[in-house]
């Protein structure tokens, strides 16, 4: 900066006006600075203005597991609505740990980001208020807080398990089995809760072994599959909470000798990229994963400019995307 002014002719904290735009220079003096900015290949040293400031433009956003395909599709609705407002994004991957969270919330906070989306993580309440307290800008994606307002995204996942299962009972299926995600994060519970309330409406009973656990990864669908494939009656159709899963319910189905679907219909929950090229393609619940990252990173960014403003609650619709892995049951 300092040879900027001396090659310009004017003092250094013209220059730095100029750079940060802080007070009006007269447009002739302004000539000169960017003249001698662009001759001496001077570019303004991003992260020492962030110390000025004390604030970086950038947004931390957490992830359980960046690998799995819905969270890489929400993260680019995320980059690109933060790119747009001249944000950068860093990305943190918790493998599910609260460690790990922790450990990566307080590194954020070290560096100073302008907020944190937490999306789909093992988000505790004490977390969520002592952010609050520390009057950090935060959104929660995908899950709810209990007891907590805070800013939050997510969508109807009881909607959706509703038409999951709707969607195989006007097939004809009555032998309906769900595998499950993890019992303590909402999105699974209330997928859940949407597949029994259908059950229930259509005075199909319900019956506790056709529900099993998995953690929406690949292999736990594999699982879940090869147990409930090996009743004595097994069912029909299968809803997992997932697409993962779906595909590892699709996979240990076809390693037993049934075809997809003319003996076995399958519902994945999600609708990734991966959903329309399996075999058969997946019949899924779409949620509007690109809009979820869009409409979080402007509420987070909204929150940074008024930390007083009431709390808000955004809920997406889910949608049926019907494609060749469900059947008439015959």
């Given at each position: 900066?300092?040879?900027?002014a001396?090659?310009?002719?004017?003092?250094?904290?013209?220059?730095?006006?100029?750079v940060?735009?802080s007070?009006?220079?007269?447009?002739?003096?302004?000539s000169?600075?960017?003249?001698?900015?662009?001759a001496?290949?001077?570019?303004p040293?991003?992260?020492?203005q962030?110390l000025r400031r004390q604030?970086t433009f950038?947004?931390?956003m957490?992830?359980?597991?960046?690998?799995?395909p819905?969270f890489?599709?929400?993260?680019?609705?995320?980059?690109?609505?933060?790119?747009?407002?001249?944000?950068?994004?860093?990305?943190?991957n918790?493998?599910?740990d609260v460690?790990?969270?922790?450990?990566?919330?307080d590194?954020?906070?070290?560096?100073?980001?302008a907020g944190?989306?937490f999306?789909?993580?093992g988000?505790?309440?004490?977390?969520?208020?002592?952010?609050q307290?520390?009057?950090?800008?935060?959104?929660v994606?995908?899950r709810?807080?209990?007891?907590?307002?805070v800013?939050?995204?997510?969508?109807?996942?009881?909607?959706?398990?509703?038409?999951?299962t709707?969607?195989?009972i006007?097939?004809g299926?009555?032998?309906?089995?769900?595998?499950?995600?993890?019992?303590d994060l909402s999105p699974?519970?209330?997928r859940?809760?949407?597949?029994?309330?259908?059950?229930?409406e259509?005075?199909?009973?319900?019956?506790?072994t056709?529900?099993?656990k998995?953690?929406?990864?690949?292999?736990?669908?594999?699982?879940?599959a090869r147990?409930l494939?090996s009743l004595a009656?097994?069912?029909t159709a299968?809803?997992?909470?997932?697409d993962?899963?779906?595909?590892g319910?699709?996979?240990?189905a076809?390693?037993?000798?049934l075809?997809?679907?003319?003996?076995?219909?399958?519902?994945g929950?999600d609708d990734v990229?991966?959903?329309?090229?399996?075999?058969?393609?997946?019949t899924?619940?779409?949620?509007?994963?690109?809009?979820i990252?869009v409409?979080?990173?402007?509420?987070?960014l909204?929150r940074?400019?008024?930390?007083?403003a009431?709390p808000?609650v955004?809920?997406?619709?889910t949608?049926?995307?019907?494609?060749?892995?469900?059947a008439?049951l015959?």
């Open positions: 900066m300092r040879d900027v001396q090659h310009a002719g004017v003092s250094i904290s013209t220059v730095s006006h100029v940060n735009n007070r009006a220079v007269s447009s002739e003096a302004r000169r600075v960017l003249a001698a900015m662009k001496l290949g001077y570019k040293n991003a992260l020492a962030n604030q950038s947004i931390g957490i992830v359980p597991d960046s690998a799995n819905f890489a599709e929400v993260a680019r609705g995320i980059e690109d609505t933060s790119f747009e407002q001249n944000h950068s994004v860093i990305l943190c918790t493998d599910g460690d790990k969270q922790a450990a990566h919330t590194l954020l906070i070290k560096n100073q980001v944190i989306l999306v789909a993580a988000i505790s309440t004490e977390l969520v208020e002592d952010l307290a520390r009057q950090v800008p935060l959104v994606v995908d709810e807080v209990p007891d907590v307002a800013d939050t995204v997510l969508t109807n996942h009881r909607q959706g398990g509703c038409q999951a709707q969607h195989l006007d097939l299926h009555r032998r309906i089995a769900c595998v499950s995600g993890g019992s699974s519970a209330e859940l809760t949407g597949y029994q309330m259908k059950l229930q259509s005075g199909i009973p319900f019956d506790e056709l529900v099993v998995g953690d929406f990864q690949y292999a736990s669908g594999y699982r879940a147990q494939l009656e097994p069912p299968v809803f997992a909470c997932n993962l899963m779906a595909v319910v699709i996979s240990a076809t390693e037993m000798g075809r997809v679907p003319e003996e076995l219909s399958v519902v929950f990229r991966l959903a329309s090229f399996t075999n058969p393609p997946l899924t619940i779409a949620q509007p994963k690109y809009d990252g409409i979080a990173t402007k509420m987070l909204a940074a400019r008024n930390l007083a009431p808000r955004e809920q997406l619709e949608e049926l995307i019907i494609r060749g892995s469900t008439p015959s």
